[in-house]
């Protein structure tokens, strides 16, 4: 079974600091990899996804992840945040085919001036 | 185009009553999913819907939830009786394609409490 923990269910960090939310994913077949984020009173909004090829792949707002097939890792980097940031941000991982997607528990990121 | 539409975007209601959760997809959209957060846990499928045929309904929790998608376009997700436990945000996606790289769009959810 396909499973995703994100490890730090919270996150604080100053303007324009760098930022990492991580990611690890188990899955006993190919899996393809995505960040969602949800900002206040808002949907779930696709940041960025890993379907193939380049290991490093990059999404909106300056965001980008690095897939790490040997560490089972997907983690979501930005070299500097800002407030508008702020919001909750989820990895998820699915088998395709129209498959479910696994989501991880979340990662609040609060960017503080 | 217009997005994925999901109403009402909260829901109060007491123990015991039936709540109708209600999904537009996106015009086109023959995949329609349903997800759902309790509070504090991870976001988990219920059950997907290609047209108006249940494809995977392995999340749905118990036999109190109902979800239908007649004539292929919007959806319902019925609960009756609520339970305590039921309360949470719950969200409508939808896909164009079964092909993983078309993505998903997701609504911005009910949140639904009982009390």
């Known amino acids: 079974a396909q499973s995703v923990t994100q490890l730090d269910s919270q996150v604080p960090v100053f303007e324009e600091a760098p930022v990492e939310l991580r990611c690890n994913y188990s899955s006993s077949v190919s899996v393809y990899l995505f960040w969602y984020v949800q900002y206040p009173n808002q949907g779930l909004q696709l940041l960025l996804k890993?379907?193939?090829?380049?290991?490093l792949v990059k999404g909106i707002n300056g965001f980008e992840a690095e897939f790490n097939k040997s560490q089972t890792s997907f983690h979501l980097r930005k070299p500097s945040v800002h407030i508008s940031d702020t919001a909750e941000y989820f990895c998820a991982v699915t088998s395709g085919g129209g498959g479910k997607l696994i989501f991880g528990q979340g990662t609040e990121l609060s960017v503080k001036p | 185009e217009a997005g994925v539409t999901q109403f009402p975007s909260h829901s109060v209601i007491e123990k015991g009553q039936t709540v109708t959760l209600r999904c537009d997809p996106i015009s086109g959209h023959d995949n329609l999913y349903w997800y759902r957060r309790v509070m504090g846990k991870e976001i988990k499928f219920l059950l997907h819907?290609?047209?108006?045929?249940?494809?995977?309904e392995s999340g749905m929790p118990n036999n109190r939830f109902l979800a239908e998608r007649t004539g292929g376009t919007y959806s319902t997700l019925k609960v009756q009786p609520a339970e305590l436990e039921d309360s949470g945000v719950y969200f409508c996606?939808?896909?164009?394609?079964?092909?993983?790289?078309?993505?998903?769009?997701f609504g911005s959810g009910t949140r639904l409490t009982v009390v």
């Open positions: 819907f290609v047209k108006e045929s249940k494809q995977d």
């Open positions: 996606a939808s896909s164009q394609d079964l092909r993983v790289n078309y993505g998903y769009t």
């Open positions: 890993y379907l193939s090829g380049s290991t």
